[in-house]
C-alpha cells in the first residue's frame, strides 16, 4: 500500500507563488509516475502534471505549462508542484496521485493507483 500525502497548500494573493509537495510512504516504493491534479466545485478532476519516476520526463497540461513546475526527490520518495503567477481560477484542491504500473496515458486520472486527501489552494483577487 502507498500513501501519498500533501501539504503546502493555502490563501495566497494573486500572482503569488506556491510550492506544493507530496511524500509517500508505503512497504513498497516502486512508483512508475506521481502526478497532480485539481479539482474546483462543480467542475471536474482536473490533470495539472506527473513526472516519471526514472527518467524525470515531465508532463503538463497544455493551460497549465510555464506556470507549474513538477519534479522530485528520489531519495525523499516525493514529488513538488511549484506554482507561480496564481491566479483566483487556480482555487482548488490539488491532489497528488501515484501510480506503479507502466501507462501511456498519464493525463488520465483513473490510470493513478493512489491518491492523497488533497490540499487546498485558495487564491484571492
Known amino acids: 500500500q502507498v500513501q501519498p500525502v500533501e501539504s503546502g497548500g493555502g490563501m495566497v494573493q494573486s500572482g503569488g507563488s506556491l510550492r506544493l509537495s507530496c511524500a509517500a510512504s508505503?512497504?513498497?516504493?516502486?512508483?512508475?509516475?506521481m502526478g497532480w491534479f485539481r479539482q474546483s466545485p462543480g467542475k471536474e478532476r482536473e490533470f495539472v502534471a506527473a513526472?516519471?519516476?526514472?527518467?524525470?520526463?515531465?508532463y503538463y497540461a497544455e493551460s497549465m505549462e510555464g506556470r507549474f513546475t513538477i519534479s522530485r526527490d528520489m531519495a525523499k520518495n516525493a514529488a513538488y508542484l511549484q506554482v507561480s503567477t496564481l491566479k483566483p481560477e487556480d482555487t482548488a484542491v490539488y491532489y497528488c496521485?501515484?501510480?506503479?504500473?507502466?501507462?501511456?496515458?498519464?493525463?488520465?486520472?483513473?490510470?493513478?493507483?493512489?491518491w492523497g486527501q488533497g490540499t487546498q489552494v485558495s487564491v484571492s483577487s
Open positions: 496521485a501515484v501510480t506503479r504500473f507502466y501507462s501511456e496515458d498519464l493525463y488520465q486520472w483513473s490510470n493513478y493507483m493512489y
Open positions: 513526472i516519471r519516476w526514472a527518467d524525470g520526463r515531465t
Open positions: 508505503g512497504r513498497t516504493w516502486s512508483p512508475y509516475a
